[in-house]
T-cell receptor, first 113, second 112 residues
């Protein structure tokens, strides 16, 4: 099992460009999440998908959109990148339920110039 | 709302020293509590968890006890190794949903 995979590993964008971060999991999990990690801020939830076909906003959704393509894949799109979106982005997945552990991907490091 | 507070600042200690990282939380209901570890250049890995009051989570020599009366989940290890150098995050999973709330993390540096 690969677990949670993310592409790309690293990306440089210019302000105003768009891009999509890809995430896939092979653990048959129902729920998937996108977080961003900034120095001194911990991880903050951007969007999540409790199950296939549903998505909901997290703590910091502005400037992002998501698509739950199927049970395995959950993508995060930046339509018009801004320097404030420079961050490390992590995707995670879990079975549905309060007590379930979330499993994280290796992250995508994004630099917006 | 739900929140997690970790002690400020990095932690530097010598090999074989005792490690404590404090974590306190605010939540409604009965959350699950987690410690995640992040090694350099990697994603987060679950270190241990506890799902109800007085539960003790343990893994790789690390321990933490879910203390409802003090709303705490402090991480401890009796004898750290250089390989324990990493960033440690405390997190809670609130009752009723899976929206984890993370603390800001603590960088731990273990010196040989």
């Amino acid at each position: 099992n690969a677990g949670v995979t993310q592409t790309p590993k690293f990306q440089v964008l210019k302000t105003g460009q768009s891009m999509t971060l890809q995430c896939a999991q092979d653990m048959n999990h129902n729920s998937m999440y996108w977080y961003r990690q900034d120095p001194g801020m911990g991880l903050r939830l951007i969007y999540y998908s409790a199950s296939e076909g549903t998505t909901d906003k997290g703590e910091v959704p502005n400037g992002y959109n998501v698509s739950r393509l199927n049970k395995r894949e959950f993508s995060l799109r930046l339509e018009s990148a801004a320097p404030s979106q420079t961050s490390v982005y992590f995707c995670a997945s879990s079975d549905y339920g309060q007590r379930e552990t979330q499993y994280f991907g290796p992250g995508t490091r994004l630099l917006v110039l | 709302g739900n929140s997690v507070t970790q002690m400020e600042g990095p932690v530097t200690l010598s090999e074989e020293a005792f490690l404590t990282i404090n974590c306190t939380y605010t939540a409604t209901g009965y959350p699950s509590l987690f410690w995640y570890v992040q090694y350099p250049g990697e994603g987060l890995q679950l270190l241990l968890k506890a799902t109800k009051a007085d539960d003790k989570g343990s893994n790789k020599g690390f321990e933490a006890t879910y203390r409802k009366e003090t709303t705490s989940f402090h991480l401890e290890k009796g004898s750290v190794q250089v390989s324990d150098s990493a960033v440690y995050f405390c997190a809670l999973n609130p009752a009723g949903n899976n929206r984890l709330a993370f603390g800001k993390g603590n960088q731990v540096v273990v010196i040989p």
